[in-house]
């Protein structure tokens, strides 16, 4: 059996991870102000930290709705005997409701709820690319893939909380006290919804570093397969903090690096960086 492996924009691989992996990708559609750009393709992180930066507010996201879903399954069943699509967490969008609608009118697309965002997704999409190569038939993949779900530990650490306070996030009064003692707080994905974790105080490249290690001691037993640097934008410093935490913390196979895309740029703004892997259900 072909089976096309497929996800919505937010999984925020890297090009050359799309390309080498055969992955279908969805964009959703970002408005900044009357204009219009598909995720992924049309706009970068700078693009927005300028229109926000300009504008005072925030781009507004618009999910894929069942129409554009339902062309897309049939363009793909036409090459494939099978398409396995991820969404963005259901409790963040309406791409998995529409994706499920329009997944109905086939009979074979499978439509999963990551639960997560950007490189969250990434991670359970490159899993069933693995279980896809091994020649695993499509019920097993959507199985295994399944029980990863759960444990998928994706965070970030953030500068400021302008975006979030601009997207509802947090109060005018927790924005005054963070910019002025300088907190950093950690963001983590937890049932399917964002929420602050932790705080940290000081200069990016430290906090980059003790979020990372905390992190990696907080859920020790883990997945070494591969884990996702992932940030909207990142000095070198700060990058070099993520490298050496990673490396004296950490013992995985493959560490990627990416760009986050237009969801965790919106929702956290500039000098957002997480780590991202799926761990074995143990945490301290």
């Keep these: 059996m072909k089976i096309c492996i497929s996800s919505d924009s937010v999984c ?5 991870q799309i390309k080498e992996n055969n ?6 559609t970002i408005l900044l102000g009357e204009t219009t750009y598909l995720d992924g393709l049309e706009l970068k992180p700078q693009e927005i930290f300028d229109y926000v930066e300009k504008n005072k507010q925030l781009p507004k996201t618009s999910a894929v709705n069942e129409f554009q879903y339902t062309e897309c399954f049939e363009k793909l069943l036409k090459e494939y005997d099978a398409v396995i699509h991820f969404n963005i967490s259901s409790e963040m969008s309406s791409c998995h409701q529409n994706a499920v609608a329009s997944a109905s009118k086939f009979k074979n697309v499978v439509v999963i ?12 999409v490159m899993y069933a690319c693995k279980l896809r190569d091994e020649g695993l038939g499509l019920d097993e993949i959507v199985e295994k893939v399944k029980e990863k779900i759960p444990y998928v530990q994706a965070s970030f650490v953030v500068e400021r909380l302008d975006y979030l306070y601009k997207g509802g996030r947090c109060s005018a009064l927790q924005l005054f006290g963070a910019n002025l003692l300088r907190l950093r707080p950690s963001i983590l994905v937890s049932n ?17 570093y003790d979020y990372i290690k905390d992190t990696l001691k907080e859920y020790p037993d883990y ?35 990416t760009t986050a895309g237009c969801t965790v740029t919106s929702h956290c703004g500039e000098h957002t960086l997480g780590i991202l892997f799926i761990t074995n259900g143990q945490k301290v």
Excluded: Q, W
């Design 12 to 16: 925020d691989l890297s090009k050359e």
């Design 23 to 28: 992955i279908n990708i969805v964009p959703l």
């Design 113 to 124: 709820d990551s639960r997560n965002l950007s490189t969250g997704v990434g991670l359970l």
């Design 192 to 208: 399917g919804k964002m929420g602050t974790h932790k705080k940290y105080r000081g200069k990016m490249k430290d906090v980059v």
């Design 223 to 257: 997945d070494d397969t591969m884990c996702f640097i992932t940030y909207s934008s990142a000095s070198e410093e700060m990058l070099e903090s993520a490298k050496n935490a990673v490396a004296e913390y950490g013992h995985f196979k493959n560490v990627y690096y």
